[in-house]
């Protein structure tokens, strides 16, 4: 605990609210606090920041909830319980499982990754945050498999090098949730082995190549080659934040191209049927 950082009682006692109020705002991530052992500590200016803000009490929580927001901090905060919490509470406010991870989980992930960019997180503070986003996606993948015949299958992953995984994840459950099979290869796949895996899988329908990280175009192409050599007749999409646009991704050899997991999952139900 630093020197200005206050206790949830003494924080309490400024905001004028119940100890238990003041530790809701802490359990549902409306204010950043760090745990020591089994007590809190809160930094005076985010205390400030929380007292001025709409989060704060004189806000109305209900309205607007900055949901994103506060799973972020309990992601940063390693506080499994506490962002799955959010997750429930956004659902039970009407917000599906695949609305969980296009309107939270990935809007929380890109502010981590601005705020690290940005020098205000350090290495550590990110991976732990995706080791809880990896929790709630195991968490909420199940809720996204549909009953009844598969509509066809779709081969997902990233190409050799590419560790963003994360997305394939997501992506994986949008797709099920439509009604397909996935083949959910993960992350740094070697071209062969990818292909490989397309080709013993039955039913393809689409093949999905996720590439994040600059530098990786050879790889990705790589990939895409050896699945059209393998499935010549299955369309394949690439996407990603090194795949800006539908000529990028033909440049690497892909067929089609959507800008987010959740087209890609759109566009895969209208292709398939
Ligand atoms: C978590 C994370 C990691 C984790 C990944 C853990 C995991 N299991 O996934 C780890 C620690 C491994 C990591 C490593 C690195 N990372 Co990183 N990482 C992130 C972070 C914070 C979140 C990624 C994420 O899940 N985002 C949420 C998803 C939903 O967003 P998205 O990936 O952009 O996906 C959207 C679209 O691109 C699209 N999409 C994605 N895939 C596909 C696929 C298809 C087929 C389609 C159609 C669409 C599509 O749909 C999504 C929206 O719906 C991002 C920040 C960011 N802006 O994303 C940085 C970020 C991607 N990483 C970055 C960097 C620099 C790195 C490293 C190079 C750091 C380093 N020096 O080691 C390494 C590279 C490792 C490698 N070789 O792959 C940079 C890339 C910057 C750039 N463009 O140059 C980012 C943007 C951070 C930043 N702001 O600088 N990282």
Known sequence: MGRSDLSLQEVSVRLGVHYMTAYRYVRLGLLPATKHGSSWSIAEDDLRD????????????????PWADRLEARCVAGDLTGSWRIVEAAMAGGLSAPGVYTDLVAPAMRSIGERWAAGMLGIADEHRASAVASK?????????????????????GTAAGERH????????????????????????????????????????????????????????????????????????????AMVPDAGTAAALGADRWAADIDGLAFTVASLAG
Do not use: N, Q
């Open 50 to 65: 929380f007292a001025s803000s709409e989060r704060g009490p004189r806000g109305d929580l209900r309205k607007g909830a």
């Open 165 to 240: 995984g994360l997305v394939v994840s997501m992506a994986a459950d949008l797709v099920r949730a439509r009604g397909y099979e996935v083949v959910d290869l993960g992350c740094d796949i070697p071209a062969t082995a990818f292909a490989a895996a397309t080709a013993r899988a039955d039913g393809v329908v689409v093949v999905a190549v996720s590439a994040t990280t600059p530098g990786g175009e050879a790889a990705a192409a790589e990939t895409i080659a050896h699945v059209k050599e393998t499935r010549p007749d299955v369309p394949i999409f690439a996407g990603g």
């Open 136 to 156: 709630i996606i195991g968490r909420l993948g199940h809720r996204m498999v549909r009953r009844g015949r598969p509509k066809g299958t779709i081969v997902i």
